[in-house]
Structures are given as structure tokens and as C-alpha cells.
């Protein structure tokens, strides 16, 4: 089947498309995948990194590939486009990138795609709203068992290397999100998906510290959302130093997804954490997701 055109042009008024994707979905067997067993493409915020993290998916025979990518509103296009601040503009539109990951769901082998998270990363409530309308088209189109598969993220609280007393850190690490808003905007307007809410962090110390304060606001927020799917964005470097607070967020059969790109992760760090979270207690296996650099390339992860 050849498909031309955007996400919003074809998908809702095409009822043959929808048919054809909803018994194509439907056919796959739904395998069990550890979150550990996820592979991430990082900030795949450009044409050229989409055609290569989807090379890769049709190629493997193995890993689990799942898809980060982060959104910007652009003033230029007037629209909401893949991208990571400072940038203010970018090459391909929430829209055209939607619109390749339904073709590739309609190209690639059930084992290739069943299970790949595709993480949306929205940097201001402007990218967020604009994007509402192409999320909602793509989800129309796909079971309702694969929504929790598409997930929305958002910085809604302040976090690590806020510097109370630096007015002008304070300021630059002010959420670009009213949580509440978000929140309700995402369980009305999205409902099914993942909410993948964090806090906003600042490099001048790369380990700071998530408190017992970070924790307990989120905590807090979540309150009238119990039930919905959970997973919280970690940086990984603030992990260790951070771990008596950071066990309460495996309430609730919630997740944690710890992330860092930046460079590759000290090894003994790497084993603590996997050794803590994956050989330790067991209400903490098989709930935390690894989007780190080259993570995938240590022996514990291989079998």
C-alpha cells in the first residue's frame, strides 16, 4: 500500500487506511519486553536522524528500538517542529515525523515494531498544543492497546541545580508547563498514552541532587492520577547520590526512565545501577527504562 500526504490529510478521513492499520496491529502478538530490553535513538530531532533510527528498526533482527524525540514551536513555520533549544526552527514538523512512524508501523515485521515506544519530549506548552490534533490523528489509527506505547513528556517541576539563591538559575529552570494544565491536557485530550513528566535540570553541577521536596511535589501532583501510566525521566548522573528519594517513585506499579547523552557513564556507575535496580529488591526489577549513551553495549544487558 502506498501512502502519500500527512498525518492529518489522510489518516481520519482514509477509513480503508484505518481498517488496513487496525487488522494489521491486531494480527501481531503482543510479546513480553523488559524495559531494559529497549534500545533508544536519542533526540531524533532532524530527517536525517529519522532515516537512520528507522534503517536501523528494519534491520535489526533483535533489540527493541524505541524513538526520543523532542519538539520546539517555531515562530517561523508557525507550527510545532522537532527540535532542542536554543534552536528556534527545524527541518521536519511533528506532522511529517507522525506521519513516517505510521508508515513504518505498515513496513516493518511485527517483531520490529510491536513494543517500540515513541517518546515525545515537548519543550513549551505552545509545541504541546500545536501538536494535540497530529497526536490524536495518530492514535485514532492504531489499537488502543498500543497507546501507552506513545509517550508524552514534559519538565513540570523544578529539579536538580536549582541554586535558591541565583535568581537568574531560577528563572532559566522555571518549567515552560503549568502542571495541572498539562496534566489535564494530556489525560483528556491524549487518554491511553503515557505521561513521562519530570523535572527541569540544570548542567552547572551535573550531579546535583533530586530532594526529598522534588519528590514529594511530584508526588503530590500526581495525586488524582493513581491510576494512569506513569514513567519518570531520571538523569542518571543524580541517580545514585538521589536514591533514597528517588525509591518512592516505584509506587503504584509506575517507572522510572533514566537518561543521559551527553557522554558515555562512568562503569562502576553503570553496575551500581544495574546491579541496584536489576539484582537487587525485587519491587525494583523490571521497572526502569535506560536511555543512555552506548548502555546497550555492556555484557549484563547482551543475554
Known amino acids: 500500500m502506498k501512502m502519500r500526504g500527512s498525518v492529518s490529510h489522510y489518516l481520519l478521513p482514509n477509513t480503508q487506511l484505518a481498517s488496513s492499520l487496525s487488522k494489521y496491529f491486531t494480527s501481531q502478538t503482543m ?35 524505541s524513538i526520543e524525540a523532542d519538539i520546539i514551536f517555531s515562530e517561523i513555520k508557525k507550527k510545532a517542529v522537532m527540535g532542542h533549544p536554543p534552536d528556534n526552527d527545524g527541518n521536519l514538523t511533528i506532522n511529517s515525523f507522525l506521519d513516517q512512524m505510521v508508515q513504518a ?36 489509527n492504531i489499537p488502543r492497546q ?29 518549567p515552560k508547563f503549568q502542571a495541572s494544565q498539562f496534566l489535564e491536557m494530556v489525560t483528556q485530550q491524549l487518554s491511553g498514552t503515557t505521561l513521562s513528566i519530570g523535572w527541569t535540570t540544570s548542567l552547572t553541577d551535573r550531579r546535583a541532587i533530586y530532594t526529598q521536596k522534588m519528590v514529594d511535589d511530584m508526588l503530590a501532583t500526581l495525586q488524582p492520577y493513581q491510576k494512569l501510566n506513569v514513567t519518570f525521566p531520571i538523569r542518571a548522573t543524580s541517580f545514585r547520590n538521589s536514591w533514597e528519594v528517588m525509591q518512592m517513585l516505584y509506587k503504584n506499579n509506575w517507572t ?19 546491579n541496584t535496580l536489576e539484582e537487587g529488591e525485587e519491587v ?6 535506560y536511555d543512555l549513551l552506548d548502555f546497550d553495549k555492556y555484557n549484563f544487558i547482551l543475554s
Not at 508524552?152 to 535558591?164: T, W
Not at 537518561?259 to 545501577?273: C, N
Not at 525494583?284 to 527504562?289: A, C, E, G, L, S
Open 105 to 140: 508501523q505498515m513496513q516493518y515485521s511485527s517483531n520490529k515494531c510491536t513494543n517500540r515506544i515513541v517518546k515525545l519530549d515537548f519543550k513549551c506548552m505552545k509545541a504541546f498544543e500545536s501538536s494535540i490534533p497530529h497526536i490524536q490523528s495518530y492514535l485514532r
Open 284 to 289: 525494583f526489577k523490571n521497572r526502569t527504562y
Open 256 to 274: 522510572v526512565t533514566l537518561w543521559w547523552s551527553l557522554d558515555v557513564l562512568d562503569k562502576k556507575e553503570i553496575e551500581w545501577i544495574y
Open 146 to 174: 498500543f497507546h501507552h506505547l506513545i509517550w508524552i513528556n514534559a519538565d513540570i517541576l523544578p529539579g536538580p541545580g536549582e541554586d535558591l539563591d541565583d535568581v537568574g538559575l531560577q528563572l532559566k529552570m522555571k
Open 31 to 65: 510479546t513480553s519486553v523488559l524495559p531494559i530490553q529497549h534500545y533508544w535513538h536519542h533526540a531524533v530531532n532532524s530527517q536525517d536522524k529519522l532515516n537512520k533510527a528507522l534503517a536501523s528498526i528494519k534491520q535489526s533482527t533483535s533489540k527493541r528500538q
